[in-house]
T-cell receptor, first 117, second 114 residues
Framework: EAGVAQSPRYKIIEKRQSVAFWCNPI?????LYWYQQILGQGPKLLIQ????????DSQLPKDRFSAERLKGVDSTLKIQPAKLEDSAVYLC???????????????FGSGTRLTVV | AQSVTQLGSHVSVSEGALVLLRCNYS??????LFWYVQYPNQGLQLLLK??????LVKGINGFEAEFKKSETSFHLTKPSAHMSDAAEYFC????????????FGDGTTLTVKP
């Protein structure tokens, strides 16, 4: 079974530029999450999708961050314009109801490391 | 509201020694608790979780954790460390079984010395 795919792996941009990250979840996983992990901290949930609908985006800075999952499969997270404090690893994860009930949970991608200079 | 405190940002043990990673939580509702491992340049992998029932939870790779309500703790242990256990470990708390909506601690980096 293929894992959660994310691209790019690394991205360096200047502040005030825009950037987009892509996530392809495990096939059949209805739930998709985006997290921000700042160096030295644990991941913080930005947004959760159930199929193509948003379940929770309470911690998404909506003035600059946006995310979509138009067909309920792939998802894109965008930052426009980027700030220095957006430097972090952006993780995507997906789960199915069966996975979330098991002891072995849901699956993370390897993340995109963003550096804003 | 929920929060997690992981005591010790760095823990070093010798190969074969006991691993003990400490986690204390705060939750206004009965908590669901999780431990994750993150290897360099990889995403997080769920090691184990506590929802209800038995307070001693066994996970993958020989790890286990015990939920102690009176101490608001969920410490992670492994009887004998292996070099491959070197990684960063995160404790997380959630108000429900949806692991994706957890509040994470800041992590503990485990180093295993030969």
């Amino acid at each position: 079974e293929a894992g959660v795919a994310q691209s790019p792996r690394y991205k360096i941009i200047e502040k005030r530029q825009s950037v987009a990250f892509w996530c392809n979840p495990i096939s059949g996983h209805a739930t998709l999450y985006w997290y921000q992990q700042i160096l030295g901290q644990g991941p913080k949930l930005l947004i959760q999708f159930q199929n193509n609908g948003v379940v929770d985006d309470s911690q998404l800075p909506k003035d600059r961050f946006s995310a979509e999952r138009l067909k309920g499969v792939d998802s894109t997270l965008k930052i426009q314009p980027a700030k220095l404090e957006d430097s972090a690893v952006y993780l995507c994860a997906s789960s199915s109801p069966e996975d979330s009930r098991s002891n072995y949970g849901y699956t993370f991608g390897s993340g995109t490391r963003l550096t804003v200079v | 509201a929920q929060s997690v405190t992981q005591l010790g940002s760095h823990v070093s043990v010798s190969e074969g020694a006991l691993v003990l990673l400490r986690c204390n939580y705060s939750s206004s509702v009965p908590p669901y608790l999780f431990w994750y491992v993150q290897y360099p340049n990889q995403g997080l992998q769920l090691l184990l979780k506590y929802t209800t029932g038995a307070t001693l939870v066994k996970g993958i790779n020989g790890f286990e954790a015990e939920f102690k309500k009176s101490e608001t703790s969920f410490h992670l242990t492994k009887p004998s460390a292996h070099m491959s256990d070197a990684a960063e470990y995160f404790c997380a708390v959630s108000a429900n079984t949806n692991a994706g909506k957890s509040t994470f601690g800041d992590g503990t980096t485990l180093t295993v010395k030969p």
